[in-house]
């Protein structure tokens, strides 16, 4: 099974640089599920029911998230009964939406986790311990499981990656919007990535314009954050999942530039 994961999509520019390029990417990487990190959809600000059914519509088929899921409180009855989307399994309150999912893909099991992460981050239960309990009923000998791990620290995340290696198929980092180049298949044979970045406008600081961002930490006055348009890129990973072993074979990172010319 091929999987495609998009890092962090920032507001209406990423989601329009996937309404252009995510199905030829699709295609050029024959994958069979896309899961893509939703958090920021709606102006860089939490989830929308009508931007997540709009980029559902545009070939995602599955959503993870993380600490801005619940900046829209008109937003809550819809994940709260949205099944495409999964908030962090150790955050307290469960009855908040989908601790995870379960689907198939022909004949297999397909398992999406997102956890988030303890260290400069809002609070929640340890990740840890969370995936450690989970994992006594839901193994890699029956089904490919995928984790994406919403978290700031990055000894954070490197220490899930030994914790888990050999137990899921995938772990793979988010939250810094920030892509790192440390891909690989660790020994066990668990593809990782620290941070798998963010699809939207690099020219910004995190997705906001960077004169804002600039301006604040001039002055120390707080501006309302607007979306960079610019420097649009998609950033995520191909996962080559093994069907007899539901191991990773292959992690390519993809980091697609769209409008450098522009900039
Ligand atoms: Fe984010
Ligand atoms: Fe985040």
Request: charged letters at 25%; a neutral charge; hydrophobic letters at 35%.
């Amino acid at each position: 099974m091929r999987i495609l994961f998009l890092g962090d999509i920032y507001g209406k520019p990423g989601r329009e640089v996937l309404k252009r390029n995510l199905k030829h990417l699709k295609q050029e990487f024959s994958i069979n599920i896309c899961i893509a990190n939703f958090e920021n959809l709606a102006d860089g600000r939490g989830i929308s029911e009508k931007c997540a059914k709009t980029t559902f519509s545009y070939g995602v088929d599955f959503a993870t998230s993380g600490n801005h899921l619940w900046d829209k409180v008109e937003s809550f009855p819809y994940l709260r009964q949205e099944v495409r989307i999964c908030k962090p399994m150790n955050y307290p309150k469960p009855e908040m939406g989908m601790n995870f999912i379960e689907t198939k893909f022909e004949t297999k099991n397909l398992i999406i986790v997102n956890l988030a992460g303890q260290s400069f981050m809002p609070p929640a239960n340890s990740p840890f311990h969370t995936i450690d309990k989970f994992l006594e009923n839901y193994t890699i000998e029956d089904n490919i499981i995928f984790v994406d791990f919403h978290a700031e620290a990055t000894a954070e995340k490197r220490a899930m990656s030994w914790f888990l290696d050999g137990r899921v198929s995938a772990l793979v980092g988010t939250h810094t919007h920030i892509q790192t180049s440390d891909e690989q298949i660790l020994p066990q044979g668990t593809a990782y990535i620290t941070d798998a970045g963010m699809t939207g406008g690099h020219e910004s600081v995190i997705g906001v314009q960077k004169d804002i961002i600039l301006d604040s930490i001039k002055d120390g006055v707080h501006r309302p954050y607007k979306v960079s348009q610019r420097g649009l890129e998609i950033n995520g990973v191909m996962l080559d999942i093994d069907d007899k072993t539901n191991r990773t074979n292959k992690i390519i990172r993809i980091r697609r530039c769209f409008d450098r010319e522009n900039t």
